[in-house]
């Protein structure tokens, strides 16, 4: 089975520190990504990434910043949390590729991120 | 405008009935459709998938897409508790097969 995991269920970080996310996957997938859930607003693309130190911005990158070192891990980084990015956040993979190859996106657990 | 569209709920049904759930967009470049459905506190999860137009059927599940009105929906027949989650669908662009573009989510209940 495919796995995507997400270093925290639940974190509480103070406004003003630098948040680290982490995220591994281990099917050897081209795409990784992140998004936020929140209630009413759905998924939120922030960022994601084609191959290894390729990342593109999704619908919300303001106040994050992403890191792809190698193909298996994605970081996401928050670079001075405010109290407006207390959110579930959602780390995903999928196959890439053209056509039928890359109709899943394999999710993680979701790391709900206070910020106060 | 959202490129997908989707009523949140929720949606409060009792077990046995019939559920639809849909979804609608505007990009006429979408040939993926996909339903995923996420439990309470969990990730989302692939339930079902099409390609282009036409029904699907797994089980009690049946996808169903409409290109031509842009509307895709989601059957659920003898609906169950363990149905109760969220439905979230998503589509993929046939100009960017690596972009999910996904629906807010329905919140589905059914009630024993």
């Known amino acids: 089975d495919v796995k995507v995991t997400q270093s925290s269920r639940y974190l509480v970080k103070r406004t003003g520190e630098k948040v680290f996310l982490e995220c591994v996957q281990d099917m050897d997938h081209e795409n990784m990504f992140w998004y936020r859930q929140d209630p009413g607003l759905g998924l939120r693309l922030i960022y994601f990434?084609?191959?290894?130190?390729?990342?593109e911005k999704g619908d919300i990158p303001e106040g994050y910043s992403v890191s792809r070192e190698k193909k298996e891990r994605f970081s996401l980084i928050l670079e001075s949390a405010s109290t407006n990015q207390t959110s579930m956040y959602l780390c995903a993979s999928s196959p890439g590729g053209a056509g039928g190859t890359n109709t899943e996106a394999f999710f993680g657990q979701g790391t709900r991120l206070t910020v106060v | 405008q959202k490129e997908v569209e989707q009523d949140p709920g929720p949606l409060s049904v009792p077990e046995g009935a019939i559920v639809s759930l849909n979804c609608t967009y505007s990009n006429s470049a979408f040939q993926y459709f996909m339903w995923y459905r996420q439990y309470s506190r969990k990730g989302p999860e692939l339930l079902m998938y099409t390609y282009s137009s036409g029904n699907k059927e797994d089980g009690r599940f049946t996808a169903q897409v409409d290109k031509s009105s842009k509307y895709i929906s989601l059957f659920i027949r003898d609906s169950q508790p363990s149905d109760s989650a969220t439905y979230l669908c998503a589509m993929l662009s046939a100009y960017n097969f690596n972009k999910f573009y996904f629906g807010s989510g329905t919140k589905l209940n059914v009630k024993p």
């Open positions: 990434s084609y191959d290894v130190k390729m990342k």
